[in-house]
């Protein structure tokens, strides 16, 4: 009682938040989550240990709308990502009426900060980081890059470690441009430098500037790490030579340990800085989605591609709404949490749309009425029941196109879970009528139980989604239940997002507006065009 008191003092002081993303991480992929499997990354490990670990946090199973979600507290199907992320020449972005987390907390006083990956939309200059709320940003603005030359490209890299000089092959790729920003102006100083480095010595020189500072601060980090072009210092891939792990592993592996140690630099800043700032501060950790299946770790363990290790014990992966794909590793460190909550883990039911309510609160900011997250701070500090009873995984309705791949929508209430192998929606893709679409026969690479309709698990009972539920007829009323909570979040969705005109539906303000044209050169920048 006596340690809550004192905590519920000390945050008198708005408190500085720190909030670190890694990108494509799997559930079993950090020492704190499973310690057996010879990860090393004893920072992280460190502060979830002494803070709260999540078991039952959820985000979205890819990039942007992983992201939208946080920054706006809102689901996808009301923002345009439910369906894809944002490609490097689509114009467009998350809309300049959602108003994102350093926006509410600039009204509160608050520094903020963000070095790495952005995400949500570059085509015009008001839609880049440093106008939406932040008053320092580094970083690339797409979806991947080489993390040493900053190249804005997904490609393969040309050696396990990933040497300075790579760039994609010209000739078959054509959104290759120079990505990595200072404010809204490329940084060709950044270039042979690893984003791992660059992300950190920039949180650490923003942490040692408010040493002295009266203002609080909001420091975002989300690292290239460990989404590809898999990449590592040599140094950390170098740790597991030794090992039984495939060259692919190996350099996996490496790449976690380069962020953790990136992540103990920031630590060691924090550590150093004057106790009204070390002991006023709030970490939290996330990943972004599940982890992808990936060449050279798909080899077979017993009867399962080892990649299955990588989400173990769920079933799927990125790109999909099986919870392999959208339950990931999470925790909240802070001095702020009394000690009967720290070293403890959580199995109460967070989504990452939680994050905005929560640090808005905690800044002392007023919320927004039209978000779907919740304020977890007295959850998490207390230990205490979560605010949340549902989520919705999405609803993609595009039935044949999208990065969201099937099952396309899904809905979590308590225990259970419905899935559909896609979901119409009268008016959006040519759709004529509201509800779940089975799967056509014949459909490959698709659960057969998809053939007889929408599938329901107990997520408590059976988290590897192995036996479907929704014949059995004492689960008639329930299965109902998830659908016509299903069909309400589809009659709020908007239209989707796609690549290709009119991008959002005729409606949409620069349906006609020109994509980026085709760049074959490292030496230019990839940047707004509008």
Not at 93 to 108: A, N, T
Not at 269 to 285: G, R, W
Not at 472 to 477: A, R, T, V
Request: aromatic content about 12%; glycine content about 8%.
């Amino acid at each position: 009682m006596l340690s809550t008191l004192c905590a519920v003092v000390a945050m008198a002081a708005k408190p500085n938040m720190i909030f670190i993303l890694a990108d494509d991480l799997g559930y079993n992929e950090m020492g704190f989550m499973n310690g057996t499997r010879g990860l090393v990354t004893p920072h992280l490990d460190s502060l979830a240990h002494d803070g709260v670990i999540f078991k039952n946090y959820y985000v979205q199973p890819i990039c942007s709308p992983t992201r939208s979600a946080f920054m706006t507290g809102r689901y996808t199907v009301r923002l345009g990502t439910q369906s894809n992320v944002i490609y490097w020449d689509t114009p467009w972005g998350i809309s300049l009426d959602e108003k994102f987390i350093p926006q509410y907390l600039k009204e509160e006083g608050y520094d903020t900060a963000m070095f790495g990956k952005w995400h949500l939309g570059m085509f015009r200059e008001d839609y880049m980081p440093a106008k939406r709320g932040f008053d320092y940003y580094e970083g690339y603005l797409q979806g991947c890059q080489s993390a040493y030359t900053h190249v804005s490209s997904c490609c393969s890299a040309n050696t396990p470690d990933h040497d300075n000089n790579y760039t994609c092959i010209a000739d078959t790729w054509q959104f290759i441009g120079y990505d990595w920003f200072n404010q809204t102006a490329p940084l060709p100083s950044a270039n042979h430098t690893n984003s791992a480095y660059l992300i950190r010595d920039r949180a650490v020189g923003f942490i040692q500037d408010h040493y002295e500072s009266e203002n609080p601060f909001f420091l975002y980090l989300p690292f290239q790490n460990i989404h590809s072009p898999y990449t590592c210092d040599p140094k950390y891939r170098n740790m597991f030579s030794n090992t039984t792990l495939t060259g692919e592993e190996q350099t996996i592996w490496g790449y976690i340990a380069e962020l953790d140690d990136a992540v103990g630099h920031v630590l060691d800043a924090l550590n150093e800085a004057p106790s009204s700032v070390s002991q006023n501060t709030v970490i939290f950790f996330s990943s972004d989605n599940g982890a992808p299946p990936v060449d050279g770790v798909s080899h077979t363990v017993g009867s399962n591609p080892g990649w299955g290790q990588r989400n173990f014990p769920f079933r799927g992966h990125k790109s999909e709404i099986w919870e392999g794909g959208t339950r990931v590793a999470g925790f909240v460190h802070s001095p702020l949490l009394p000690k009967e909550v720290r070293g403890t883990v959580s199995h109460e039911h967070y989504h990452i749309t939680d994050w905005l309510p929560t640090i808005v609160s905690l800044s002392g900011g007023r919320l927004p009425p039209n978000i779907d997250g919740h304020d977890i701070w007295t959850s998490v500090s207390q230990g205490t029941k979560s605010p949340r009873t549902e989520h919705l995984y999405n609803i993609n309705p595009l039935c044949h196109a999208g990065q969201a791949g099937s099952p396309k929508a899904g809905l979590r209430i308590g225990d259970m879970k419905v899935l559909t192998y896609c979901y119409s929606i009268n008016g959006i893709d040519n759709a004529t009528f509201t509800g779940p679409v089975s799967a056509p026969e014949g459909t490959k690479d698709i659960d057969p139980e998809f053939y007889k309709g929408p599938v329901l698990y107990n997520l408590t009972a059976d988290p590897s989604e192995t036996t479907n539920l929704a014949h059995d007829s004492e689960y008639k009323q329930v299965l109902d239940n998830l659908l016509k909570r299903l069909e309400l979040f589809a009659n709020q969705s908007v239209i989707p997002m796609q690549w290709e005109p009119p991008f959002q539906g005729d409606d949409y303000f620069c349906s006609d507006c020109p994509k980026h044209p085709p760049m074959h050169s490292a030496d230019d920048a990839w940047t707004f065009w509008l």
